[in-house]
């Protein structure tokens, strides 16, 4: 069975620009769920995505956004991009109900300069 | 809100026992996961206990939960070097609310 995807495995993005992380999940997982991983603020919860309604969010600002499609693929959303956004982006995808952990793709990394 | 403490490094032998702490505040906790990432990688499942049980083993590793003190722990028994990496504890109090991660536990593992 494939993993969690995530593309592209790294961005290089400068200050003022968006960019769109992808991530396709395991077959059959209904959810899908972004973190943020920083060395000061470790894994800080985005969102959360249960089929194609958001059903989770984290204290982020609006410019973090995004949407989960009808086969269960997700896509986030980050505009006017900060020197701070830089950090590695991991999605997660699971069967979204009861306890079915969360798998774990091998991230984004985003650099914004 | 819920908050997850580790201690943020252990260093140990190559064939001794690891166990890494983690404390938790949320009482109403009811699923607590360990994960452990290696360089450049994603975080790995490595297993996951429920508030209603109090240890649980799989193969080299054991979990011990304490409800009262909010404690849970990882024991790794004959440990590698392969198992040199970052171990993060996790918790949730449902099936549909988000994990809260600690700060992770870095593991080196001495040859």
């Known amino acids: 069975k494939a993993g969690v995807t995530q593309t592209p495995r790294y961005l290089i993005k400068t200050r003022g620009q968006q960019v769109t992380l992808s991530c396709s999940p395991i077959s059959g997982h209904r959810s899908v769920s972004w973190y943020q991983q920083t060395p000061g603020q470790g894994l800080q919860f985005l969102f959360e995505?249960?089929?194609?309604?958001?059903?989770n969010k984290g204290n982020f600002p609006g410019r973090f956004s995004g949407r989960q499609f009808s086969n269960s693929r997700s896509e986030m959303n980050v505009s006017t991009l900060e020197l701070g956004d830089s950090a590695l982006y991991l999605c997660?995808?699971?069967?979204?109900?009861?306890?079915?952990?969360?798998?774990f793709g091998n991230g984004t990394r985003l650099t914004v300069t | 809100g819920e908050d997850v403490e580790q201690s943020l490094f252990l260093s140990v032998r190559e064939g001794d026992s690891s166990v890494i702490n983690c404390t938790y505040t949320d009482s109403s906790s009811t699923y607590l996961y360990w994960y452990k990432q290696e360089p450049g990688a994603g975080l790995q499942l490595l297993t996951y206990i429920f508030s209603n049980m109090d240890m649980k083993q799989d193969q080299r590793l054991t979990v011990l939960l304490n409800k009262k003190d909010k404690h849970l722990s990882l024991r790794i028994a004959d440990t590698q070097t392969g198992d040199s990496a970052i171990y993060f504890c996790a918790e949730r109090n449902s099936g549909n609310t988000p994990l809260v991660f600690g700060k992770g536990t870095r593991l080196s593992v001495i040859a």
């Open positions: 995505y249960f089929s194609e309604t958001q059903r």
């Open positions: 997660a995808s699971s069967r979204g109900q009861g306890n079915s952990p969360l798998h």
